[in-house]
């Protein structure tokens, strides 16, 4: 069934179209894909194993024996969980493992193993398909990886990394890294060109450079450093010299065999044959030679070569050396020269042998007779000594033995030190070299082709090399140590060795002869070391700085000052012993211990400054005085006496520190008559009992009364039965028709406290009318002055009595009682105990206002103590330690005409005096001159005579002409010995180690020949008698034979004097350097108290002195000591450094009121800013933010609710509005006066503002009311509310009640007597609560700068409503007060920044010259604290040293290389060593002046001590290609980019490079060399591509170090400019040239005209006429000159408004300008499509625009009419350049109209044109901005 559908499907699909068939086949591929995947998704298992994390390590033991677990379940695959059956069981994970378990103490067994970095790899390479940059400007961003691994510490086994990751997280193993860019070999510029290298035919010329910074980082190499260019200079005449003789370099120096040696030498066949093998052999060896020294011609690889050489051989040469030395060096004559390798003789030497013994056998013929006549002189000579040695020996045998013994020691002695003695073996060889003859091309030939030269000579005398010997070392000396100290320092222990064979001829330099190694005592009972502590001398007394308002330097006022101050001490270092000695104890704490120097002691000192505190006073605090009591017996116990007094009381509210003594009298007394104990009080009346019982009318009221004593207390009845009882008074009740009065007010406060003639006490009391009476039946109301009624109070005189006290006294000893002060002292030794004295005062009685007066007159029983005990202070006497050791002198012996040292010793005062003990010794320190050493310690060599001059063995030199004579070039020696500077003989290991290096002990010498001339050594020069004047001169004779040689008196050879004129001394001083800083005088330090000195509190500021140095130079500008000048060296000017000037604020103001006039507020005080801080002084307090010149400080407080009070006056009378004039009642109004009063003891005392009372407490001032009929009820004023009931509920009522004063008529009731009123929440009704305010500020004394103070906070009662009540509201309640309301507290001490004294000044910074400097510092032992005074900011000064010249020993230039004898090869250069003298700063070259001026200068150039003045060099034999010499070291340079280091190192670089000087020999030039190194410092070098200006189509393009050096290399390559450019077709045209596009153009001042297709047709000049405003008069003149076209001149006076200054045309020239236009804008046009722009169809337009325009301007010129076509023309454009303004025809075409035309703006300044024309012009207007 589906195979029919299927193929139905198939033909049906290909009998549709092509396209549907396509989609369709499409269709059916995606939906198979999607069947294909689909299947494949479903092919997934649904269940899989899901595992959790592994659990912790456990196990019972720490190891690899632990297991670990972890959760495993079945999951579907959409992540939900299942049953572990869905799963396949097979493949289950497992849920345990077994684990390594971790403890703690693994981590001493495992650890990080950290592997190398690996090579930086660039992120590039490990990201796929990010390119590379094309150009490397910084750098390329890196990754470079390491392994890391966990280990064990015992074998590196690898381990889990779990172990490690336990204790440290594992590090990184990848980190980032740059790559930098590579960089290019950098040489220099080539140098000049040299001379040809031949005088004559065809040569080489050449020019080097030298490299300055090798290629790093894979950069490009270095170019070649040469250049050759071949010259010739001419034809050479004749046939050109194509050899030269060279010579080879000296062999080794070598022993010739002894006669034993030569006497069995082989056959003279053998011998020939042998001779020409070793011909061959040196050829061989010749050729060999040169190809080996080709490389290097500096004579350095050479000379290594012969050294390496010479060490072979020294040890196969011993035997025959020790051998030779036993024989005289006569016996080897007639020997035969040996060379170098032990064979005969080459064959060039022996030809040159064979020739020297012709030439000088005609020459012993001749001389022989002299040689006769010389053998009979030496035959006498020998006689003669023969003689001599006899007499001497006569001689010695009358000596005594002591003479003779004495001899023999000195002869030992001086063997010793003898060539061949004790410590040198010294021994003459020969030594040869090489002659041979060279081609130009290099090859060898024979001798005979340079028989035109005389041979050189090719043996020398030298030195047997003889390498140093040493002896075995010697034993450990004993440990320098010698006590035991587990925690210092240890001990050294050294052993040397000692020399017996010196260094010789070249050989192998001494090793070290001494040895050390740090040791400690073996012994195990060694005594322990001498242990050293720190000590301190006791605290000085506390010190408390000045407060910021006190600005007094003589502190005069430090006793009242108190709070936070500091104390000091001076710290010193003792010796501790371990176990202390119990009979010093005592004295050393009497005394204390010796101060020893502070460098002994370890550790860090204790501080030598502490914060402290000095209690401030407390002024004693008084209440109130109260109010005066009743007239009282002075003693209630004996009344005997009627006198009597008032008295009033205060009592002390804060107690003084000092005791109540201090505070001020607490009792006054008034006296009084009729004086009593005791009184009644009448404590209230009772109702008013009409008499008779009636209802009505007069009456009684009994009072109530108490037993009082006289200070008011209530005591018992019976005590009052002497005083008079208060009687009943009169009262009045009155009836319904009365007059209705008010009760009597209170008494009113008394109007003064005492009565006098002037004043008198008066007390007051008011009633007022309630209602009138009826009509004639009742009682008529009093008049208005009953109703007041006045008394009599406070009767007592106004003289107040009080006793008056002075200060205690000082504590005095009791003299009624035993002196037991020093008694104790004394008994008890150092146990302090002191005694009980006594102190008075004086008391006396005082008036008030008047003075002293008898005692009487002040109640005796108060009066106060006059004598009172204390405890005497104990003596205290002051305690210094003993004298320090005297320190060390110095050892340097001290040289004559210097000063001596001094040594000093001194003692600490560690405890103070006090109390009238003993007191300090004035002297603390003491000095002494050092005596000098007996011994001066230092080593010199000595040099002995130099011994006879030794020449080339007789076997050796025998066939050489002239060899029979004893005379030419030889060696010869010398001893030297070690001496002391006092003469005295030392090892000479000593001064191999300690003084200068070794004399040479050889030199090369010269034994005169017949014919030589002898000269005896110049004489000194003699003396000039005055500078400037004369000449001096220094002579020398003939010697010998010589003076009868006429060929030596040849004055012009051997000059006999040299004259020279007398040296010119002028001398001139001049200052040199900066002015020093400013320094103080010495010993210009400041006393705070006498006698106690203030550490670092020393005067810093005043006037001070500052130094300039001074050089002295001679007339060849040559620097001299300053003494030539007449000068001390310094110039010296008075400076002033100025003194600190501290934060200036005023004194405290008055605290202000209380904010609130009841419960908490704040108050507040301020100071005013009067000075700011300048020069260091002590900065000010934090100033207020708002005005910056006010500190305030604001502290909570509490008002007393009650302290102002509102009194009432009476009410006035009634005022009845609406009269009944019948009844005298009705409605009225009663007001009365309220005050706020001021509330005392005493009652309210006066008035003051009404704020200051609560004006919700504010009684009424009016009231209306009704003023009752006859016969109406009269009641009282109402009561006070009665207080709710707390808590406050509106079902509870308060009520009021009044009672009726007059009752009513018949048939009228009284109003209700009561009134009640609902409880109201914050209306009638409060809740009380405690309010507690925030902390003040630390409290101080007023005296106190800082320290501890008081900070306190208030309570406050607060009312539910939020306002705050009276304190009784809550006291009442008894509410919890559970509050601290004061606590100590700190303020932070501005401690004053201490400084330590200045150091002394340091040594010189330079020995000599300019730049010397001396410096001294100081440090901060006290840092500032709070607004303490800050540290200045100078804690080194400096001044100048005194300037000396700077000598020293440098080398001349080396001499020109010349080889012996012979034309190239092996030779030698010299060069001197001399004085110089410099300034010292390297900027001024150095002077060459005599060598004696540098004799105390140690002999070394550049430190190094090894003097050479010659070595080997090569002198290239002509035609030969050769090196030069090793170029200096550049400069350090770093890797840099912009100037900053990528952290690779410096490095610097020198090179070599090559020189040739024939062009056949170029192929076998070696490679040029360079030398690289890392160095330190260095600085970064920036270069870049630098440009010449064009000339025609090229210029120069270089690059440039940013130093100013030309150099190649190290420039971008990419982006170097274009050094060429050329146009094509070339720019033929005239005043064409080729633009930087690539394009012809025109040169300035002339514009481009174009042909059709974009080419250059012609330049043409730009015309600039000068064109006037239209005020001008010359508007018609036309001129081809403008104004300056760049510049406006300035307006001329009258000429108004904008001046136009550039090139408008006028209406005359229209068409010639509009064609211009029209040409300018054709070439705009054929440029733009030249280059390939696109023209826009505006431009078109434009141009048809100006062509129009053309044409129109034509046709009005011919006929003058331009208002024809004015109209009809619209705006046109007709700028040149795109973006411009356009121009329309009305401004085109009016008259005097201006059309301008635009071109390029000249960059410069226009020069006149030899053709008088100018270049393009621009349109300058200074007018409007748009134009």
């Known amino acids: 069934m589906g195979l029919p559908g299927g193929a139905r499907l198939v033909l049906g699909v290909l009998k549709q179209p092509a396209c549907l068939f396509i989609w369709r086949s499409s269709l059916l591929f995606f939906s198979m894909w999607a069947l294909d995947a689909q299947t494949t998704v479903e092919t997934k298992p649904l269940y899989i194993w899901q595992t959790g994390p592994w659990g912790r390590c456990m196990g019972s033991e720490c190891g690899p024996g632990g297991s670990q677990s972890r959760a495993v379940w079945c999951a579907h695959s959409e992540g939900w969980t299942t049953l572990h059956t869905n799963c396949d069981q097979t493949e289950r994970p497992d849920n345990q493992q077994s684990c390594f378990r971790v403890c703690d103490w693994h981590k001493d067994l495992y650890e990080w193993q950290l592997g190398a970095w690996n090579q930086c790899v660039p992120v590039m390479m490990r990201s796929a398909g990010v390119q590379r940059p094309a150009v490397c400007t910084k750098g390329e961003e890196g990754i470079q990886t390491r392994e890391v691994g966990c280990v064990q510490k015992s074998d590196g086994e690898p381990a889990e990394d779990v172990i490690c990751e336990y204790f440290e997280p594992k590090p990184r193993q990848e980190q980032a890294c740059l790559i930098p860019c590579p960089r290019d070999c950098v040489v220099s510029e080539f140098s000049p060109w040299t001379s040809c290298s031949k005088t004559c035919g065809i040569g080489l010329r050449n020019r080097i450079r030298f490299v300055l910074a090798p290629p790093l980082f894979g950069g490009s190499a270095c170019p070649n450093l040469t250049e050759f260019q071949t010259c010739q200079p001419g034809l050479c005449e004749g046939e050109e010299n194509l050899y030269s003789l060279r010579v080879g370099p000296w062999g080794s120096c070598s022993v010739p065999l002894p006669r034993i040696a030569r006497q069995a030498e082989n056959p003279p066949k053998e011998s020939n044959k042998r001779s020409r093998e070793s011909d061959k052999s040196a050829k061989k060896g010749s050729k060999q030679s040169r190809d080996g020294e080709t490389p290097s011609r500096g004579g350095d690889k050479q000379a290594r070569e012969d050294s390496k050489q010479s060490m072979r051989e020294r040890k196969k040469m011993r035997d025959d050396e020790k051998q030779y030395q036993e024989k005289d060096i006569k016996s080897t004559e007639g020997e035969e020269k040996v060379s170098k390798n032990g064979n005969k003789p080459s064959l060039s030497n022996r030809k040159l042998v064979r020739e020297n013994r012709k030439q000088d056998k005609a020459f012993r013929q001749a001389d022989r007779p002299k040689r006769q006549k010389k053998v009979k002189n030496k035959a006498k000579k020998e006689k003669m000594r023969e003689k001599g040695k006899g007499r001497l020996r006569e001689k010695g045998k009358t000596k005594d033995p002591e003479t003779r013994e004495l001899i023999k020691k000195k002869r030992n002695k001086n063997r010793q030190n003898r060539p061949g003695g004790k410590f040198w073996d010294l021994q003459v060889g020969y030594q040869t070299r090489e002659v041979t003859c060279v081609h130009k091309s290099g090859t060898i030939e024979a001798l005979s082709l340079c028989s035109q030269e005389m041979l050189p000579v090719s043996f020398q005398a030298c030195v047997i090399p003889r390498d140093c010997d040493v002896t075995e070392w010697s034993g450990w000396s004993a440990c320098s140590k010698q006590c035991y100290d587990p925690n210092g320092t240890k001990g050294e222990r050294s052993r040397n060795r000692k020399v017996s064979q ?96 502070s460098e002994l002691c370890l550790g860090v000192p204790p501080n030598t400054t502490q914060l402290c505190h000095i209690s401030c006073p407390v002024e004693c605090e008084v209440s109130l005085w109260s109010s005066w009591g009743p007239c009282t017996y002075e003693n209630c116990q004996d009344q005997t006496t009627k006198k009597g007094f008032k008295l009033r009381k205060r009592r002390i509210i804060n107690e003084p520190t000092d005791g109540t003594g201090n505070c001020p009298h607490l009792v006054e ?105 009826a009509g004639e039946g009742g009682l008529q109301c009093p008049n208005v002055s009953a109703l007041q009624e006045m008394r009599n109070c406070n009767e007592h005189p106004c003289t107040v009595y009080h006793w008056q006290t002075g200060s205690w006294g000082q504590c005095i000893e009791d003299s009624s009682g035993p002196n037991t002060n020093t008694s104790l002292g004394r008994t008890r030794g150092d146990d302090i105990s002191c005694s009980v004295g006594m102190q008075t005062r004086k008391v006396i009685c005082v008036r008030v206002n008047v003075g002293q007066v008898p005692p009487k007159k002040c109640p005796e029983s108060l009066r106060p103590d006059t004598v009172r005990p204390c405890l005497l202070p104990c003596k205290r006497d002051c305690t210094v330690t003993p004298y320090s050791d005297w320190s060390l002198c110095p050892l340097v012996c001290q040289t004559g005409g210097k000063t001596k040292s001094k040594q000093y010793r001194k003692r600490m005062i560690i405890q103070l005096p006090a109390n009238g003990g003993q007191d300090c010794p004035e002297i603390l320190s003491q000095e002494r001159e050092c005596e000098a050493p007996s011994v001066c310690h230092g080593y010199r060599w000595k040099t002995h005579k130099w011994r006879r001059c030794q020449l080339v063995p007789w076997s050796v030199r025998q066939d050489t002409p002239g060899a029979q004579e004893t005379c030419g070039p030889g060696i010869q020696f010398r001893a030297v010995s070690c001496r002391k500077l006092d003469g005295g003989q030392a090892d000479v290991e000593v001064c191999l180690k300690l003084a200068s290096p070794m004399p040479p002990l050889t030199q090369l010498c010269h034994l005169p020949c017949q014919d030589d001339c002898q000269l005896s050594s110049w004489s000194k020069f003699s003396t000039c008698t005055a500078d400037c004047v004369g000449v001096r001169t220094r002579k020398r004779i003939l010697v010998g034979k010589s003076k009868k040689r006429d060929q030596c008196k040849n004055n012009q050879m051997y000059p006999l004097s040299e004259t020279q004129y007398c040296p010119c001394n002028k001398y001139n001083a001049q200052p040199v350097g900066n002015w020093s800083d400013c320094i103080l005088p010495e010993g210009s330090r400041m006393e705070s108290q006498p006698g106690v000195r203030v550490q670092g509190d020393m005067k810093e500021c005043g006037q001070g002195y500052r130094y300039q140095a001074m050089v002295c130079y001679d007339q060849d500008n040559r620097i001299v000591e300053t003494s030539r000048c007449n000068s001390h060296g310094y110039i010296e000017e008075a400076c002033i450094i100025p003194c600190p000037s501290d934060c200036k604020l005023s004194e405290w103001s008055n605290w202000s009121r209380c904010s609130k006039s009841c419960g908490s507020g704040v108050k507040v005080r301020s100071k005013w800013l009067r000075e700011k801080p300048y020069n260091g002084g002590r900065p000010c307090p934090k100033l207020d933010h708002v005005n910056q010149a006010q500190v305030y400080e604001v502290v909570p407080c509490v008002s007393d609710c009650g302290q102002y009070v509102w009194v009432t006056e009476p009410w006035s009378v009634w005022k009845v509005s609406s009269v009944d004039v019948k009844s005298n009642c009705g409605e009225g109004v009663q007001t009365r006066k309220i005050r706020c009063m001021l509330n005392t003891i005493d009652g309210p005392s006066e008035q003051v503002e009404d704020y200051l009372c609560d004006p919700e407490e504010m009684p009424l001032g009016a009231r209306n009311s009704r003023l009752p009929c006859p016969e109406d009820c009269v009641l009282s004023d109402w009561g006070a509310w009665s207080a709710c009931p707390l808590p406050c509920s509106e079902n509870s009522t308060r009520v009021r009640v009044a009672f009726p004063l007059r009752k009513p008529g018949k048939e009228k009731k009284c109003p209700p007597t009561k009134e009640a009123e609902p409880c109201k929440i914050n209306s009638n009704c409060f809740h009380y609560s405690y309010n507690i305010t925030d902390w003040s500020t630390c409290q101080l004394s007023d005296r106190a700068v800082c320290g501890y103070g008081l900070k306190t906070r208030m309570l406050d009662c607060v009312r539910s409503d939020g306002k705050s009540v009276d304190l009784s509201f809550c006291k009442e309640l008894g509410l919890e007060r559970k509050w601290q309301m004061n606590a100590s507290c700190v303020v932070e001490c501005p401690v004053n920044c201490q400084l330590s004294e200045w150091s002394p000044w340091s040594e010189c910074t330079h020995t000599c010259g300019l730049a010397g400097t001396l410096w001294r510092t100081r440090t901060v032992i006290q840092t500032p604290q709070g607004d303490g005074r800050p540290c200045p900011s100078q804690m080194k000064q400096w001044k100048p040293c005194l300037v000396k010249p700077c000598y020293s020993w440098r080398y001349s230039a080396w001499s020109e290389c010349k080889s012996d004898g012979a034309r190239c090869g092996e030779g030698m250069r010299f060069r001197n060593v001399s004085c110089f003298v410099s300034n010292g700063s390297g900027q001024q070259d150095s002077s060459v002046v005599d060598d004696e001026l540098c004799g105390d200068v140690e002999l070394s150039v550049n430190g190094d001590r090894q003097i050479i003045l010659q070595e080997l060099c090569t002198v290239p034999c002509p035609g030969e290609c050769y090196l030069t010499e090793w170029t200096v070291w550049s400069p350090c340079q770093l890797s840099c980019v912009s100037g900053d280091d990528l952290g690779f190192g410096s490095i610097q670089v020198r090179s070599r490079a090559i020189v040739a000087q024939d062009p056949e020999n170029l192929l076998e030039c070696p490679e040029q060399e360079l030398e690289a190194r890392p160095c330190a410092g260095g600085q970064c070098f920036e270069y870049k591509w630098r440009t010449g200006t064009w000339r025609g189509s090229s210029r120069h393009v270089w690059c440039q170090r940013s130093d100013g050096m030309n150099v190649t290399g190290g420039c971008l390559a990419a982006a170097k400019p274009l050094a060429d450019r050329s146009c094509d077709p070339p720019c033929t045209k005239p005043w064409s040239l080729c633009t930087e596009a690539g394009v012809c153009g025109c040169e300035e001042g002339y514009t481009e005209v174009m042909t059709s297709d974009g080419v250059l047709d012609q330049c043409t000049v730009i015309p600039v006429l000068e064109i006037p405003t239209a005020s001008d008069n010359k508007a018609d003149v036309k001129t081809i000159r403008a104004y300056n076209p760049i510049q406006p001149a300035a307006s001329a006076p009258g000429r108004a408004g904008r001046t136009w200054f550039l090139q408008p045309f006028g209406p005359g020239n229209t068409l010639w300008r509009l064609v211009l236009s029209l040409v300018l804008y054709l070439r705009y046009i054929s440029m733009q499509l030249f280059q390939h722009v696109s023209v826009t169809w505006v431009e078109v337009k434009k141009l048809v625009c100006i062509m129009k325009i053309s044409r129109l301007v034509y046709s009005m010129q011919q006929t003058d009419q331009y208002h024809l076509v004015r109209d009809s023309l619209t705006s046109c454009c007709i700028t040149t350049q795109p973006n411009s303004r356009c121009l329309n025809t009305e401004q085109l075409l009016s008259p005097g109209g201006s059309y301008p035309v635009v071109s390029k703006k000249p960059k410069k300044p226009q020069r006149r044109q030899m053709n008088n024309r100018l270049k393009p012009l621009t349109l300058a207007y200074d007018g409007d901005a748009d134009m």
């Not at 308002?549 to 000052?561: E, Y």
């Open 669 to 773: 007394a008034i006296p009084c008559e009729d004086p009593s104990c005791f009184e009644w009080l009448v404590v209230k009346l009772e109702e008013c009992v009409p008499d008779n019982e009636k209802e009505c009318g007069p009456g009684m009221q009994i009072p109530q009364v108490q037993c009082i004593n006289s200070d008011g207390e209530n005591v018992e009845k019976q005590l009052c039965r002497d005083a008079i009882l208060p009687m009943p008074t009169i009262c009045e009740v009155p009836c319904s028709k009365d007059c209705a009065l008010s009760p009597w007010t209170p008494w009113s406060f008394c109007s003064h406290t005492c009565s006098g003639k002037n004043t008198e006490g008066k007390q007051t009391r008011v009633r007022s009318i309630l209602a009138h009476n």
């Open 502 to 597: 010196f260094p010789i001829g070249g050989g192998v330099e001494c090793p070290e002869l001494e040895e050390k190694e740090p040791c400690s005592p073996q012994d195990g009972a060694v005594r322990p070391c001498t242990v050293y502590t720190w000590k301190t001398t006791e605290w000085t007394e506390c010190r408390v700085d000045m407060l910021l308002s006190q600005q007094d330097r003589r502190r005069g006022n430090l006793t009242g000052l108190c709070g936070g101050g500091i104390q000091t001490r001076e710290v010193y270092c003792v010796q501790a012993s371990a176990v202390a000695s119990p009979n010093l104890s005592s004295l050393r704490t009497r005394e204390g211990l010796r101060p020893v120097d």
